[in-house]
């Protein structure tokens, strides 16, 4: 296993960064606060309590134990997996520029796959037999020319996707845990990455079977890790078009292959395309329009640095989170108008917000 050089947590910060990961309510926006705010994820497990209460929470969330921590640890390292933390040199890095990326990813295969400028393939999981040969050929086409390939290891398209990149450089985005494979159908595949030269990631838990509010999440990665997402085949309302949204939404191109009109399958690709989507009948038509971003170092964000934001600040008074809660509403709004609004010094306001955000 090839792992550039530079700076990495050490084994203790890992697991503290493992432990407030998995706490419940603590997404990577939340993650991100807290490290920020306190200055290590050690001190953030120590605060959690405090501001749980402070927020309002009718009871405190359960905080992961080392020891389960550790148990997890152990279980990536006998799957020949290791966790990645955002800001390390083998982390994706078109996904560490995204926005909140995810704090840690268990990896299982090569780190080198993730240096080549990637084009995410997604599809119908009943592909017809012409979709799954487009994905093929794509896949192979472009993993010859120097592409990595990206997709979500289900039935259909991304699985002809994965297969035609094998021997190039592909990275299968797991919806569970790295070790809960799905479909079972995959099992093999997702060995035959990791062997070949590509890799496998989740943001999941070991031991987490996917559940259906899981699967965006994982498209959410595979947008983010490529310049352009490509779709081949999708139906109106599929997940692929949520795939395809989210990478409009992150400042990647979107691709997709027209189909026949008769066909639900290439209903939602067709209405891409409506859209603007730019339209594939071959891989030189993705070649062409990432050729002037492939050669451009992926965007970064640099490390994230276990540093406080506003540490001189006082914290928050009752009053202060009164006034907070009372200008929020059911209307999203905009912290900086919650700041003008109540007065209050933004590192009070963003306290208060990420208080309420445990709860």
Request: net charge negative; with cysteine; hydrophobic share 45%.
């Amino acid at each position: 296993m090839n792992v550039p050089a530079g700076p990495r947590l050490s084994d203790r910060q890992r697991l503290a960064w493992l432990r407030l990961i998995r706490t419940p309510n603590v997404g990577p926006a939340s993650f991100r606060d807290l490290v920020n705010r306190f200055g290590s994820a050690e001190i953030a497990l120590e605060m959690l309590p405090e501001l749980a209460i402070s927020g309002g929470a009718a009871r405190i969330q359960r905080i992961p134990s080392l020891a389960e921590a550790e148990t997890e640890m152990e279980a990536a390292r006998k799957a020949g997996a290791r966790f990645v933390a955002v800001g390390e040199p083998d982390y994706p890095p078109l996904l560490r520029g995204m926005e909140h990326p995810p704090p840690l990813l268990a990896i299982k295969g090569q780190g080198t796959v993730f240096r080549l400028p990637a084009v995410a393939i997604v599809g119908a999981r009943n592909a017809s037999l012409a979709g799954i040969k487009m994905a093929r050929t794509l896949a192979a086409e472009l993993g010859a020319r120097g592409y990595g390939i990206v997709s979500g290891l289900a039935r259909g398209i991304d699985t002809a996707a994965h297969q035609g990149s094998l021997a190039s450089g592909t990275v299968g985005v797991l919806a569970g845990g790295l070790d809960q494979p799905y479909p079972a159908e995959n099992i093999g595949l997702c060995e035959e990455i990791a062997e070949r030269g590509g890799a496998i990631l989740s943001e999941m838990p070991f031991g987490w079977q996917p559940r259906a509010q899981d699967f965006p999440r994982r498209n959410r990665i595979v947008a983010g890790m490529a310049l352009g997402l490509v779709v081949v085949e999708a139906a109106q309302r599929s997940g692929s078009l949520i795939s395809a949204r989210l990478a409009g939404e992150m400042g990647r191109l979107v691709f997709a292959v027209p189909g026949s009109p008769l066909d639900p399958r290439a209903g939602g690709t067709n209405g891409l395309l409506k859209d603007g989507a730019i339209l594939v009948t071959e891989a030189a038509d993705v070649m062409d329009a990432l050729a002037p971003l492939a050669g451009l170092p992926a965007p970064s964000f640099g490390p994230l640095k276990e540093s406080p934001d506003f540490s001189a600040t006082a914290p928050p008074g009752e009053d202060d989170r009164a006034r907070i809660v009372e200008a929020l509403g059911p209307v999203p709004v905009a912290v900086d108008e919650i700041i003008r609004h109540t007065g209050l010094h933004p590192a009070q306001v963003f306290m208060v917000l990420l208080e309420l955000d445990l709860v």
